[in-house]
């Protein structure tokens, strides 16, 4: 069964930091895996999709990273701004039939101004 | 539309009483998704529609949840004598199909009361 982990849960900064999120998974026989931004109240907005056959992706001030043999991915947000205070989820689809993705709890990122 | 709808943003219900939850994906998705996300936890898959069929609806947790999609868009999530357990929020999501980026929908917050 699929489990993915995020650590920690929090992560209170000032602006201007760069910053590493970091999320783990159990099964590396994945399809893709997906970061996602969930602001207080509302939905997912999704962020950054990785392929199986890719190592990274890049979107503006965001970069993700993919080691699937390790089971693990890596979210870094350059020079942060107060505005990316969010929560941040990552999900795996992962192979084998099942269609669904599997969440980490996310983690609570607060940028101080 | 431009994004996932669902309706209604917030709904307050009795314990015991019957409730439909909606979704409306982006046009052109096949795949359609319904997850639950609880206070402080990621969203946990309930069921998958391609096109008109539940895929897999293994995350249901009873049978008093039920999801119908009959013309392969719109879909309706019904749950039957309300707990006050039932409370979280409702994410719908689509995808142009399978294993592809899903987009989320900014959800249903169901109160039982």
């Known amino acids: 069964k699929q489990e993915v982990t995020q650590i920690p849960a929090a992560l209170s900064v000032p602006e201007g930091e760069n910053l590493v999120l970091n999320c783990s998974f159990t099964?590396?026989?994945?399809?893709?895996l997906q970061w996602f931004r969930q602001d207080p109240g509302k939905g997912l907005t999704s962020l950054l999709l990785?392929?199986?056959?890719?190592r990274e992706q890049t979107s503006g001030r965001l970069n993700a990273s993919l080691d699937k043999s390790s089971g693990r991915s890596t979210l870094y947000i350059a020079a942060s701004q107060p505005g990316d205070s969010a929560t941040y989820l990552c999900?795996?689809?992962?192979?084998?039939?099942?269609?669904?993705?599997?969440f980490g709890k996310g983690m609570k990122l607060t940028v101080n101004p | 539309g431009a994004g996932v709808s669902q309706t209604p943003s917030n709904k307050v219900t009795e314990k015991g009483k019957y409730v439909e939850l909606r979704c409306d994906p982006i046009s052109g998705h096949t795949a359609l998704y319904w997850y639950r996300q609880s206070l402080g936890q990621g969203p946990e898959f309930l069921i998958y529609?391609?096109?008109?069929?539940?895929?897999?609806d293994s995350g249901l947790p009873n049978d008093r949840f039920f999801a119908v999609r009959p013309e392969g868009s719109v879909s309706t999530l019904k749950i039957q004598r309300t707990e006050r357990g039932d409370s979280a929020v409702y994410l719908c999501?689509?995808?142009?199909?399978?294993?592809?980026?899903?987009?989320f929908g900014q959800g249903t917050r169901l109160t039982v009361v």
């Open positions: 990785i392929q199986s056959s890719q």
């Open positions: 999900a795996v689809d992962t192979q084998g039939g099942s269609e669904k993705l599997v």
């Open positions: 999501a689509s995808s142009l199909m399978t294993d592809t980026e899903a987009f």
């Open positions: 529609f391609q096109g008109t069929g539940a895929a897999d």
């Open positions: 099964d590396s026989a994945i399809y893709n």
